[in-house]
């Protein structure tokens, strides 16, 4: 994608400013999103700049043509939340990222970009990028996790996807990270609560994430709606010019979230809608996503003298720039036969399983239950998520359509001959008990040769708002694992959420947990693989599993304290279930040999670390190599342990391979105490394992 500092596109943008009229510069910041009959009078005025919730190339082709008819004609942005697939539904991000896979979540990004604009969208909101410590909150689902590193490296890989845009004949798109900044660090987990962080918080775990989607070009991005230490984001000046503009030279535009300025009123930094839009547009917020603020009070805020053109200009300046570089000048329009060849082509769904296999996380597979052989005579699929076509789509799934969802149960019946008997039972509700449910479970267990047994939440039950306070598995569903449980039924227990569950009963009682997440279209397919070992599970959680919410938040990268040796709780164990980085294989394998190119290397060094990783199993298998260090005296305190590196191998059965890593001094730096980048001489350890808590470990010294 061109840059937004090329001179042309600023020479362009100029040139259109001059000739418009102060309503017209207003209309470039007003974004609706819903379609009504007054709506469309305003966009041939030149009154409306851009729209969401609208797609469909024909339906935006109308739009794009009134907005053309006014007297100066600027095309329209139209966004749209592309969270985790357009109509082909891949897994909700939060199962994704456990894939570790770059190259993967890059291709799954670009297919959702590329059906998208097929239907005239040219702005994602996506990818959501805010770093999840505590999974009582809905939006977890929608993040990649818990771990800076990797999360800045996922959302490298979606901006690339998103903004790929291999065509010329029709809008580019544009990715829109959000949602700026420490949304995830809401109170309790509860969204939209205030957020208060150290500016060192800050800036070590919520901003790399966005410095590493702006690197790689995004051109807009999206403001939070939370209060950020006092002041809420759509009007925070320290985040939205001194950080954004300042320290990252951001040139693109800053949209608000969904009514977020005028929510500055509730906030009560605001008295009105008129003092909302000044403080917003005054700290940097360039498009009012659907308030109206902007559109009521702009302009008298401009004939009082209480806002200066220079201001309003900028704002209309950026858009004007992302919409030139979006060559939405040129080419406005999306031909309309052009949707039906690329949604859900062969390609984009099959994609979509290998992305849902690789999302599936192995929690535990005691005596080698899994994975199930195929030849048994009878199995018992049971649970109220084993025939769901709704709830697999996940939180987000915006056009995806139930009937493309392959349940569990069909997935089953797919894999296994036709002499297999293959029950189902649903035993109850995911909220609520089914007359006569359990006893049916229970008889239909009884009978069978395997029993796999599906539950989990609904997609509602995380996402925007849909926050939980007990995180277990709903107490229906757990009323009939116990009663498998107490008659020494052995299940697979295979799970479908949007946040990391409290499990630890079920770890104590179950043999075999798969965590499945919500993975979209593909889950039966992809579930129906690991239960029966046509694809041996490699994914690794990117969220600790908390032993229960007391624990929360519970992360591996935290600080030792000065007394680390302490017992942290007197009734539960200090550390997760499952820990970050987690996650078993069908195989196993083994680390040995770890070596360092140097004991020592200086500031501006580098150092190659490497180790053998063996397969000692009998199955082929993917395993995730991690890489971690620890500073072990700094001017600042530093975390325990810090993931800087990762790599997925594959091993046959006896095979063994080098895995190296090379990390420079520089990626040991950390803020010091006056926030300059640094990179201080001392001691480290660094590990090569499967985990956050596993490896071998070395030490080295930075002179
Ligand atoms: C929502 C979400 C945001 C989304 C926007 C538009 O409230 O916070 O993620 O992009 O509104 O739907």
Redesign the pocket.
Known sequence: MVSLKEENICKEAKMLLENMTLEEKIGQLVQY?RLKEAELQKLEAGKIGSF??VAGADKVNKLQEKAMKSKNPIPLII?D?VIHGYKTIFPIPLGESCSWDLKLIEETSEIAAEEASTEGINCI?AP?IDITRDPRWGRVA?GTGEDVFLASQIARAKIRGIQSNKWNDRPYVTA?P??FIAYGAAEGGRDYSAVDVSERCLRETYLPPFTAALDEGAYTI?CS?NDLNGIPSSANKFILRKILRQELGFEGLVIS??ESIEELIYHGIAKDKKEASLKSIEAGVDID?HSGSYEEHIHALIDEGKLDKELLDEAVLRILKVKIALNLFNNTYTDTSLSKKVIRSTKNVEKALEAARKSIVLLKNKDCLLPLNKNIKSIGVIGPLAEDKVNPLGCWALKGEPKQVTTVLEGIKHKLKSETAVYYEKGCNINSDLEGGIDRALELAKKVEKVVLVLGESSDMSG?NHNRAYIGIPEAQKKLLKALHSENIPVVLVLMNGRPLTLTWEEENIPAIIEAWHLGDESGNAIADVIFGDYNPSGKLTMSFPRCEGQIPVYYNKKNTGRPNFKKYLDVEETPLYPFGYGLSYTQFNYKNIKLSSKKIKQDEKLTITAEIENVGKIAGDEIVQLYIRDMVASITRPIKELKGFKRVHLDPGECKEIKFEITAKELGFYDEYFNFVVEKGDFKVWIGPNSIQGLKENFEVI
């Open positions: 999103g969401l919730n966004g939340d909101f959501m929608e829109c959000k949602h999206m709606f979230d969904w996503m925007e």
